[in-house]
């Protein structure tokens, strides 16, 4: 945004600001749901008590089934902003995870493809869509790393690792964002994928170097982005719920990443800080919350019912809610642009064909049985392969089943098919027996992964195994398709079946990209964005776990020195893992600095018989100055696309950004010297070894310093920043720099009031 745009809504931001009365602040910050009553939600609008809407009935958007809702919205944004006194439009939030209309696969999968352009184009195509129904907040992506499978929402991000993730998520809010009508709300801040257990809501103990390390790195993007909007955490970070910590909210997103927009609460998230103990009642749980840094309140109440309240008893600092309101006026100043165009059909499906086909993993090809020969009759087995819903997985609210395509349906024309559509074992060894090979489509429900949908055995039900053994007894040529929202446990099914499709929860064009990687129009490109394990024992599991003292290749590689006794220690399949139709192989690893940055090179060479892509990754391992370190850490990926016998040179260039990791402090830093790697996936033996240069490190730090000052596009000038932290060391204070403006009065009590206009300025 052009410095005078960012002048010009500072100003009309103060103007607005000292114009509006005490409630009508605390209305900007008053989110409400939708509710049967709407004329009350009306009314709310109307006497600006209500800033903002999410659009959805009940906390669990994600299983809603309600539709109806375009006319009522464009009625509620039209009283805001014609029956309101002020004008001020309302946000109007919705999740739109992976797609609206037209859905794309879910963000697990899209991280699979590894193709974060391709994800942000779906972004934007989703934004266009949700704008034509007037949404102009969406509450997505989810940043949040995942360090346990078990947890329901790994299926909403972009799974294990901090540095993919990353990617992700910040082309993710570029693509939402690149309309000036739409804001972005990267959820949930923060260590919300590190739940104990993977069990929804609960609390997070992490160290500090894990914090940063680990959950920190994609919000950091995110703020680089230039995110509207941020969403607190429900869970607790050491015994602090999120949504009461000035230190992970104000200290940590407002001041050290300088994030200047909304930090808005989960949904009842301060009404919880009273079960969670932390509020002894909803009084206390609002001025928690506020002065931890939450500035909209997502459905609590508790802003509405005692926000003024507190303000006027000199609780909560008047300074601290013209931080807020401003904060939300900011933004519904910059995303006053024309709604995009509504996205043609035709181009949003062929970005959700070309995800879903990118998306797909091939995890074991034994004896070539993929791709389906042209001749044979295929045996299509398995409740799934009838189904449609399927595909379009959890958080779908906008999705239509009928738009979508059967595998059964998709499959049909391109191969002969002899069909059992269910899971029975009887009709599966009839069907088998007919043909050359069997497909038996296996998964989980859509909506058995999402919020508070945990699993604790993470494996497929007894009834599809017990088909799939059917078919491998029976047919000699078995390929299990599996259709899921999380990474299964699927040693089991590994026995039976000689190929392994991971097609997840693939969006409206799934169906259509199973059967043209089955049938070998597209060859398979896709790479695990999080481990597959044996068992679910395992867990955590993750490549990225610290070198254990004993075995090199810690817990996660192929030795067994360390393994448990009653299964292996290695993941079934690891991060980054999939195969292709063609094959590859990596030439060795140099390392040379150019300038002040390390460049890594290999080849890759394509040994296959046919034009195939591959996703080259980079891997580094920091060593030495006396710390156990991660075994690999993933600092860069590329993919190409090759002829047979064609070779390329993949270069990654490594700065300081990449090359540190924070100390056991949180602080991040160089290391005396390293290990990297380059390579198809995780375990890679493709090594090299480097120093940091003399004197590099020093100057190298101070870099970074300068970039961190550069991410932030939307940093707002001194002048207008509410809240700064003066002093150093023990004895830092929060200042409340005193706000000039027409409308403001002094009170008697050293707060600030402001009086009510008669004539307000329209700036809407
Ligand atoms: C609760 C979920 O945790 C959050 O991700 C979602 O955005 C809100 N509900 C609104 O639906």
Request: aromatic fraction near 6%; include cysteine.
């Amino acid at each position: 945004m052009h410095m005078e745009q960012t002048c010009d809504i500072e100003l009309r931001a103060e103007t607005l600001l000292a114009q509006m009365t005490l409630e009508e602040k605390v209305g900007q910050l008053n989110q409400q749901p939708l509710t049967n009553d709407i004329s009350a939600l009306e009314q709310g609008v109307r006497s600006g008590a209500v800033g903002s809407v999410v659009l959805a009935y009940t906390p669990f958007a994600g299983r809603e089934h309600r539709r109806d809702q375009t006319a009522q919205r464009e009625r509620l944004q039209r009283i805001a902003r014609e029956e309101s006194r002020l004008g001020i439009p309302l946000l109007l939030g919705r999740d739109v995870l992976h797609g609206h209309h037209t859905v794309f696969p879910i963000p697990l999968a899209q991280a699979a493809a590894w193709d974060p352009a391709l994800a942000g184009r779906a972004a934007e195509l989703a934004a266009a869509e949700a704008a034509q129904d007037h949404v102009n907040l969406i509450f997505a992506p989810m940043a949040d790393v995942c360090r346990d499978l078990r947890w329901g929402r790994v299926v909403e991000g972009y799974g294990e690792d901090p540095f993919l993730s990353g990617r992700y998520t910040r082309s993710a809010v570029e693509g939402f964002q690149r309309s000036t009508a739409i804001s972005a709300c990267v959820k949930h801040f923060l260590a919300y994928g590190g739940v104990e257990g993977g069990r929804d809501y609960s609390g997070v103990d992490a160290s500090q170097r894990q914090l940063r390390s680990v959950y920190l790195p994609p919000f950091a993007q995110a703020v680089a982005a230039g995110t509207d909007c941020v969403m607190a955490a429900f869970n607790d970070v050491n015994g602090v719920p999120v949504t009461a910590s000035a230190e992970l909210l104000t200290g940590l997103l407002k001041g050290e990443l300088g994030f200047s927009g909304i930090v808005v609460s989960d949904w009842n998230a301060i009404g919880q800080l009273v079960a969670q103990g932390a509020a002894e009642d909803r009084r206390d749980a609002a001025r928690l919350a506020f002065l931890a840094g939450v500035d909209v309140d997502m459905c609590s109440g508790c802003y509405a019912e005692h926000l003024a309240g507190l303000v006027r008893d000199g609780v909560c600092p008047e300074a601290r809610l013209d931080d807020a309101v401003r904060r939300v006026l900011r933004v519904k100043l910059r995303r006053q642009g024309l709604r995009p165009a509504p996205p043609a059909r035709k181009e949003a499906a062929a970005a959700a064909l070309e995800l879903a086909q990118k998306s797909i993993v091939l995890l074991k090809n034994r004896g070539g049985v993929l791709p389906l020969s042209p001749g044979g009759p295929v045996a299509l087995i398995g409740a799934a392969a009838r189904q449609r819903r399927i595909h379009l997985g959890s958080w779908t609210l906008d999705g239509r089943a009928e738009r979508t395509a059967s595998i059964a349906q998709a499959l049909r024309g391109r191969r002969e098919i002899v069909l059992s559509c269910c899971d029975d074992p009887q009709r599966a060894r009839r069907a088998a027996a007919q043909a050359e090979t069997a497909v038996v489509v296996l998964g989980e429900p859509w909506d058995h992964t999402g919020e508070a949908r945990g699993s604790a055995a993470l494996s497929l039900s007894e009834g599809q195994l017990a088909a799939l053994r059917a078919a491998a007894g029976s047919c000699r040529r078995v390929v299990a398709v599996v259709c899921a929202g999380r990474a299964l446990c699927l040693s089991e099914a590994e026995q039976y079946a000689d190929a392994i499709l991971c097609c997840w929860h693939g969006g409206v064009q799934a169906a259509q990209a199973i059967a043209s990687v089955l049938c070998g129009d597209v060859c398979p490109s896709g790479k695990l964005p999080i481990s597959m394990p044996r068992h679910v024992g395992q867990i955590p599991l993750c490549y990225s776990q610290r070198t254990a003292a004993r075995n090199i290749d810690s817990y996660y590689g192929p030795g067994d020195i360390a393994s448990y006794l009653d299964c292996s220690a290695a993941p079934l399949y690891p991060f980054g893992w999939g195969l292709s139709y063609a094959a590859f192989s990596y030439g060795p690893v140099s390392a040379r600095w150019s300038g002040d940055r390390l460049c890594l090179e290999a080849s890759v060479r394509s040994t296959g018989a046919r034009t195939a892509q591959e996703v080259c990754q980079c891997y580094i391992q920091p060593r030495g100055a006396g710390r156990a370190h991660p075994a690999r850490l993933l600092r860069g990926f590329q993919r190409v696309e090759l002829a047979p016998g064609e070779e390329r040179t993949v270069r990654f260039i490594l700065g300081p950004e990449e090359l540190s990791a924070p100390d056991e402090t949180g602080r991040d830093r160089l290391w005396p010297s390293y290990a990297a790697w380059i390579g198809g996936d995780c375990l890679t033996t493709n090594q090299t070894v480097f120093r940091i240069k003399d004197g590099w490190a020093a100057n190298a730090r101070g870099q970074k310093g300068c970039a961190r000052e550069h991410e932030n596009s939307h940093r707002p000038r001194q002048a207008h920043h509410p809240e700064r932290h003066s002093g150093q060391g023990q004895g830092r204070r929060r200042v409340f720099p005193q706000q000039r403006g027409a409308g403001h009065t002094r009170r008697a009590g050293g707060g600030q009031l402001s009086v009510r206009r008669r004539h307000p300025l329209r700036l809407f």
